[in-house]
């Protein structure tokens, strides 16, 4: 699979740039946005004089709990840079979804 198809596949549409916009930032932008890339990761970055910023990150669920996304942002920390991340706001609904089912509190022998 393309490094392109496993960023697509991960991230939510909205949250993608085309692979022509890419495409674009890679050949024409090289010497600033550029991939780091392995068969478990994928990391998309733009490196300027005083930050980088990292635009994407994928992990194989293959090699989870490696390290290697630890690896991946020590390699940028290395660079003496302040690192920026580009995340996305807490969707709440999502995170109460996703929670445990909540467990009847009445303690046993009463009610």
Same mark, same amino acid.
């Given at each position: 699979?393309?490094?392109?198809?496993?960023?697509?596949?991960?991230?939510?549409?909205?949250?993608?740039?085309?692979?022509?916009?890419?495409?674009?930032?890679?050949?024409?932008?090289?010497?600033?946005?550029?991939?780091?890339?392995?068969?478990?990761?994928?990391?998309?970055?733009?490196?300027?004089?005083?930050?980088?910023? !990292? /635009? *994407?990150i994928w992990v194989s669920s293959k090699s989870r709990g490696q390290g290697?996304?630890?690896? %991946?942002i020590e390699k940028m920390k290395e660079k003496s840079k302040p690192n920026?991340?580009?995340?996305?706001? !807490? /969707? *709440?609904?999502?995170?109460?979804?996703?929670?445990?089912?909540?467990?009847?509190?009445?303690? %046993?022998?009463?009610?």
């Amino acid at each position: 699979m393309s490094w392109y198809n496993k960023l697509n596949e991960y991230f939510p549409a909205e949250e993608m740039k085309s692979k022509k916009h890419m495409d674009k930032l890679l050949s024409e932008k090289g010497d600033i946005y550029r991939k780091d890339e392995g068969p478990y990761h994928v990391m998309m970055y733009a490196e300027f004089d005083p930050f980088i910023f !990292i /635009d *994407y990150i994928w992990v194989s669920s293959k090699s989870r709990g490696q390290g290697i996304r630890h690896t %991946l942002i020590e390699k940028m920390k290395e660079k003496s840079k302040p690192n920026l991340l580009e995340v996305e706001p !807490i /969707d *709440y609904r999502v995170s109460e979804r996703e929670s445990p089912p909540r467990c009847d509190s009445t303690p %046993l022998g009463v009610g």
